[in-house]
């Protein structure tokens, strides 16, 4: 039950409370740039979901047995190769170079999956699928899963972080499918000339980034109502 | 010797204000919104982007012949990786409190579009000494950009300008400017502003002759 309690909160925390774009600014260049018309947003969101959940599965994988201090993989080579026992072999130095290159791999094969058992999906993503590369959502996951297998004491497992990927992806989905909705009625309302554009966005963007705040402090009524529903 | 494309002073003073990185290209939004809550981060983030920018924008200038067209975007992101991972490192052993601030915002300098679309744009076309005039241009008008916003986010939110008090203590200090709402806002007027000017001076006054006559040289 613990776990699951952690693994909830994980996810309300990085859908809604700490959105990707609203609170972390990760993902803004597809938030302006994808969010004309509700459709091709929702499905920007949905291909961002789709990889973010993949680059996390494997770069928690790299990270939890070769990337972290204390890792096994490099502890064992260490060994074998006849390294001093009294040091150790930490290749977390190498981690930025490993994401980006997994992100980029992975968005590839993504890539030619969906266009070969998927066309009609394929012709929908149109150009946002390689665009996704350069998302730093993505990067920004991995980052944040790095940060907990760092540390010891609250070595993630596998659940966690994809809780997180998931969790993320789903509210920038929320947050891009919310803003193009009000944009695509912004085109009818009357903008003062130099805002049209980026900076009426940016400025919805503030005063949906105002709203957001409203939900800090959910995680303590969530962990409060799933405790009773422990006990009960 | 003759140079496809702009010569290096162009380039400089393109990446300045003509085509600025933030406010013409609309482009680096992550960093310019997340680390502008106060002057101190944020100019440190702009000297970290330099240094990457400049390293990146010479070595990929350096091997320009070797690269292959359907492998060149992964050439550059492992490059500035390279040159991330450095910046963090040098961040961490020497501004320890810095770099726990700026935080996962280091690492995504990978991802800034500004250093990815100035590889692909001027250092996989063109000489040494234009990527590094390019170079310096961008990252002098990626730092005004974000010094911008964070003064008058500083300002308005802690009445401090790098963190020396500037307003009188009776001022309240708008908590919501250092929040990301403020963020949000401060760039969507700022950008107003800048369309508003740049409208004006390009069909009144001076700026227009001065304009004019840029162009004409060119």
């Known amino acids: ?232 | 010797m003759r140079h496809e494309g702009p010569t290096a002073l162009e380039r400089f003073v393109n990446g300045v204000l003509p085509e600025n990185p933030v406010y013409r290209q609309l482009l680096g939004m992550c960093p310019t919104l997340a680390v502008t809550g106060a002057m101190k981060p944020a100019m440190t983030m702009a000297a970290a982007t330099a240094f990457v920018l400049i390293s990146a924008n010479l070595l990929v200038s350096a091997i320009r012949g070797l690269l292959k067209p359907h492998l060149r975007i992964l050439v550059f992101t492992l490059t500035i990786a390279t040159f991330v991972t450095v910046a963090d490192r040098f961040l961490a052993a020497y501004m320890y409190e810095m770099s726990k601030q700026l935080g996962p915002y280091v690492p995504l300098i990978i991802v800034n579009c500004v250093i990815i679309s100035r590889c692909e744009i001027c250092a996989s076309k063109q000489g040494v000494g234009v990527a590094l005039a390019d170079a310096l241009g961008m990252s002098l008008g990626f730092a005004l950009a974000l010094a911008s916003i964070a003064t008058v986010r500083e300002i308005l939110g802690s009445a401090s300008w790098f963190g020396l008090p500037v307003l009188p203590a009776s001022w309240p200090g708008w908590g919501i400017m250092v929040l990301p709402p403020g963020a949000f806002v401060t760039l969507g007027l700022l950008l107003g502003t800048a369309e508003w000017a740049s409208k004006r001076r390009a069909t009144t006054g001076i700026w227009a002759t001065v304009r004019g006559l840029w162009s004409w040289r060119r």
């Open chain 1, 1 to 232: 039950m613990e776990t699951l309690t952690g693994l909830v909160l994980i996810f309300i925390s990085a859908a809604l409370i700490n959105n990707f774009v609203l609170h972390y600014f990760v993902g803004i260049c597809p938030f302006l740039g994808v969010s004309r018309r509700v459709d091709t947003a929702f499905g920007m969101g949905c291909a961002v979901t789709f990889v973010i959940s993949i680059a996390a599965l494997l770069n928690w994988t790299l990270t939890y047995f070769v990337l972290r201090p204390e890792a096994p993989v490099p502890a064992w080579a260490w060994r074998v190769a006849g390294g001093d026992p009294a040091r150790e072999l930490d290749l977390s130095v190498l981690s930025y170079i490993v994401y980006i290159f997994v992100i980029a791999a992975s968005v590839q094969f993504v890539e030619m999956y969906v266009r070969r058992f998927f066309p009609a999906l394929y012709r929908s993503f149109g150009v946002y699928l390689p665009l996704i590369t350069t998302n730093c959502a993505i990067l920004f996951a991995s980052l944040e899963i790095m940060k907990q297998l760092q540390d010891p004491t609250r070595l993630w497992g596998l659940h966690q972080a994809l809780g997180l990927a998931v969790g993320g992806g789903l509210g920038f989905t929320l947050a891009i499918a919310l803003m193009a909705g009000i944009r695509e009625e912004l085109d009818l309302c009357d903008v003062p000339v130099p805002l049209k554009g980026a900076g009426i966005a940016l400025i919805v963007a503030g005063i949906m980034a105002m709203a957001f705040m409203g939900f800090t402090g959910v995680e303590r009524g969530v962990e409060t109502a799933l405790a009773a529903l422990a006990a009960r």
